[in-house]
């Protein structure tokens, strides 16, 4: 079972809708969570983080974790065409052995229609 | 303007023939790290340095060396290269490790004959 999963997707969504993006981890103890968005060719780049669990907004873009479950979600409301990129869910495990290091999942692919 | 630079951005080089990718930030961060990117598999950590002289194993560092003599700068030495160390490599740098935002450098497109 690999320590952070997401859907590989591709996920397409009209633009508008709601993108919801999925991440489950598997270490309890996990307290940092973080949101990368990553365009074709280039580096990742932060959206959001979230520690507390709950949801916390940012413009479009609401983080949602469930420590109790180890989800954490990323939803973009009203998709734009620049919002298509890879999204990456990294998380701090903590039985990784070390609280500096940063597990990420595979990403998922997102594509949004115009 | 802040940033993690690495060079070169992209390298063709063939199996056995040492190479050093550098890194440098301008941020005055602590903490730097090295992943490699590969199709399907995410980005895994190769090393990562907590501070000068400071330096410690990520999940695949196998083949790999680094060193931390300053602060800025965290290069990463392939000894042997092999095939299988094609990759795309991104350097990163933050203040206080993995529980705080990582700030990514362009990227290194290594490929191995």
């Known amino acids: 079972q690999k320590e952070v999963e997401q859907n590989s997707g591709p996920l397409s969504v009209p633009e508008g809708a709601i993108a919801s993006l999925n991440c489950t981890y598997s270490?309890?103890?996990?307290?940092?969570f973080f949101w990368y968005r990553q365009y074709s060719g280039k580096s990742p780049e932060l959206i959001m983080f979230i520690y507390s669990n709950g949801d916390k907004e940012d413009g479009r873009f609401t983080a949602q974790l469930n420590k109790a479950s180890q989800y954490v979600s990323l939803l973009i409301r009203d998709s734009q065409p620049s919002d298509s990129a890879t999204y990456l869910c990294?998380?701090?495990?903590?039985?990784?052995?070390?609280?500096?290091?940063?597990?990420f999942g595979s990403g998922t692919q997102l594509t949004v229609l115009p | 303007e802040a940033q993690v630079t690495q060079n070169p951005r992209y390298l063709i080089t063939v199996t056995g023939k040492k190479l050093t990718v550098t890194c440098s930030q301008n941020?005055?961060?602590?903490?730097m790290s090295w992943y490699r990117q590969d199709p399907g598999l995410g980005l895994r950590q190769i090393y990562y340095?907590?501070?000068?002289?400071?330096?410690d194993k990520g999940d695949v560092p196998e083949g790999y060396k680094v060193s931390r003599k300053e602060k800025r700068n965290f290069p990463l030495i392939l000894e042997s290269p092999s095939p299988n160390q094609t990759s795309l490599y991104f350097c990163?740098?933050?203040?206080?490790?993995?529980?705080?935002?990582?700030?990514f450098g362009p990227g290194t497109r290594l490929t191995v004959l």
């Open positions: 270490d309890r103890g996990s307290q940092s």
């Open positions: 340095s907590m501070n000068v002289e400071v330096t």
């Open positions: 990163a740098s933050s203040r206080l490790g993995g529980a705080d935002t990582q700030y």
């Open positions: 990294a998380v701090n495990l903590i039985s990784s052995g070390s609280a500096r290091q940063l597990t």
């Open positions: 941020m005055n961060h602590e903490y």
